[in-house]
């Protein structure tokens, strides 16, 4: 049985250094619709895409493609990988690089906030880069989450 | 009873989000969790479709 919160623990207790981003920081922030999925931002190297495999290990990711090729072993040149979209025992759990409309992961880093969660400092895109990502996917389910984000924005400076 | 499909891709509804205000964090990602597993069997059962709330 898939378990977010679960996940969300397996990649806080690694160290491993990402920020939350996505439907599950927009729900860390207040907003009320369901994400089937987690999102991170992370550098993307050869040393953090191994240091992925072993934390995820015990867990069967695979490439969410419809062959669903081992994480274990693919890519096998990580040398050039922007992004990775896995399937997990723990659920859905996708790895970008950068955010769209607002930067790689040290713009995202710079401006995230700390947040304790389950007993760990937790890096959680800023409320404000949150805005703009979702301004400038701009999808169905953007504008839905939008209309929330920018009434707890609104609650946040009052 | 006969099992049907619904909508629910909602309007926003402030009060979905103020009711989260008064929630830490850690409390709106425990609550979430509920709301997703409970989505995820009622859409097996094809009693709805994602997403929904999760207050």
Redesign the interface.
Known sequence: MTDLTQLLKVLLQSELPFVLIGGYAGISYGTSHVTQDIDICMQLTPATIDQLRHILEQYRPVIRTPQRLSFATNPGDTSQVKNLYLSTTLGPLDILSEVIGVGDFDTVRKNAKKILLFGFQCFVISLDDLIKTKKTLNRPKDQLVLHELEHIRAERST | MTKSKSTT?RD???T??QD??K?T??E???A??R???L??ELAKQQWID??????
């Open positions: 891709i926003y509804d402030p979905l989000v989260n205000l929630k964090p850690e709106r990602l425990i979430h969790e709301a997703r597993v989505a995820e994602l997403p929904i709330s999760s207050t």
